[in-house]
């Protein structure tokens, strides 16, 4: 029920061990997004002076939605995606796309297809480029507000 935790070592001089029982605020980035959470400190001596060992958090909050910038193209026909499925090449509108991945539109009776961690191969084509040929992952899925149907979100 612990977590270790080290100061850059450039921030050394900087930052003073805080009395055991104290409370932090924790900030760290992980993959495209940000969290933080709030713990208490233990103690020192995990990994040497820099090291201090929190509790466990009741709850980490991502704080940015996203780092990585969102290019919306619903609609535009120079984006376009195909995935191979069972019975062949399918087309899927794209909704936006980042350097983390691609969301797609899909119907609700296609959700058995598009389970967490399934792989696909697929074709990408991005404004008037050549079509690459990858394989996707689908990362996630939900419901698509409004038109209905469902959004998934995959990355190469």
């Keep these: 029920n612990r977590v270790p935790f080290t100061v850059d070592p450039l921030l050394e001089e900087l930052v003073d061990m805080p009395e055991p029982g104290r409370a932090v605020r924790v900030s760290y980035e992980y993959r495209d997004s940000a969290y933080a959470f709030f713990s208490e400190i233990e103690g020192a001596g995990f990994g040497g002076p820099r090291g201090w060992v929190l509790q466990l958090p009741r ?92 959004i998934a979100g995959i990355v190469a």
Excluded: C, H, K
């Design 59 to 150: 709850t980490v909050e991502r704080t940015d939605r996203r780092l990585v910038s969102r290019y919306e193209v619903v609609g535009e026909s120079d984006f376009s995606l195909e995935l191979g499925m069972e019975e062949g090449w399918s087309s899927y509108e794209m909704m936006d796309i980042s350097s983390a991945g691609i969301a797609f539109f899909f119907e609700p009776g296609q959700s058995a297809a598009f389970t967490v961690g399934r792989r696909f191969p697929a074709r990408v084509r991005i404004a008037g480029n050549p079509a690459v040929s990858v394989e996707l992952e689908i990362r996630n899925t939900r419901p698509r507000r409004g038109a209905g149907g469902q």
